[in-house]
């Protein structure tokens, strides 16, 4: 129900309403319907199945609501925002996109210590950077550019060579300072985890898994994403999604200093 409500968010920002003579206006009335079911939702009255759904859910886990407003937050901010000047700006977008549906998730898996929240906002961010940097070619057509102004500016590559595509020394330099920015979020969230936290977290390790597999191979076509997209075969994401479960059962249960982390009854 969680995962249909995100879903639903998407296709409000990702949907194509170019036949539309105002398609940004369509798309916020309908976020705008969309923010009204989840009040209605949470005051036990939802008339959309997707909410109806939901409603079940929120009241088991207590989930709340502030995550959904700051994800829809996120989604207005997808057809509002065409530029990000700075990295702060960017940081916030990535919150509401990825950060809070991680959030939500760790409510229903369940957590003992708080730093897994850290963990959820952390990890969030690293992934959705890492998207941005695989789709920097399909953003670009769309319109749109996440990668921060500021760090343009810093690199010396004008948003004009990035418009023409220009695979430069500049544009190689930038893209590896947000590989590190990445990185640096990553390690950031394994550094917020205790001992045993891991045994409710494997949905998003397999995520971070195969998300780091893809910065792996960005860099290892020395950051041209320009000729094409950095996507991992399915075969490949199911090896690592087995390999990380496999790591972290080993790690929950084979070590002895390490119990598994259950949510409280």
């Not at 105002?22 to 959309?48: F, I, M, S, V």
């Not at 950031?188 to 780091?212: C, F, H, N």
Request: contains cysteine; charged residues 25%.
């Amino acid at each position: 129900a969680v995962y249909a409500f995100c879903r639903y968010c998407d296709d409000i920002a990702d949907g194509d309403y170019t036949s539309e003579d105002q398609p940004d206006l369509l798309k916020a009335d309908l976020l705008k319907a969309w923010r009204q079911e989840l009040d209605n939702c949470y005051a036990g009255q939802p008339t959309h199945r997707i909410t109806q759904a939901l409603h079940h859910v929120v009241q088991q886990y207590d989930l709340p609501k502030h995550y959904f407003e700051e994800l829809m937050r996120g989604v207005e901010m997808d057809f509002a925002i065409r530029r990000y000047e700075t990295f702060a700006e960017l940081e916030q977008y990535c919150y509401r996109v990825a950060s809070v549906v991680g959030l939500l998730c760790i409510e229903i898996f369940g957590y003992r210590h708080v730093g897994v929240r850290e963990y959820a906002r952390l990890i969030g961010i690293s992934l959705q950077l890492i998207n941005i940097m695989r789709d920097v070619k399909e953003d670009l057509e769309a319109g749109r550019i996440y990668l921060p102004l500021e760090d343009l500016r810093a690199f010396d590559y004008p948003e004009a060579e990035l418009q023409k595509q220009r695979y430069t020394p500049e544009f190689i330099a930038l893209m590896q300072f947000q590989a590190q920015r990445a990185e640096d979020y990553y390690r950031r969230a394994q550094a917020s985890l205790l001992p045993g936290d891991k045994w409710g977290l494997v949905t998003p390790e397999i995520m971070a898994g195969i998300y780091r597999a893809t910065l792996h191979r960005i860099r290892r076509r020395e950051y041209n994403v320009f000729t094409g997209r950095a996507s991992l075969p399915v075969l490949r994401k199911v090896g690592i999604a087995l390999r990380v479960f496999l790591k972290i059962w080993a790690e929950t249960y084979l070590l002895p200093h390490r119990k598994p982390s259950f949510p409280n009854a």
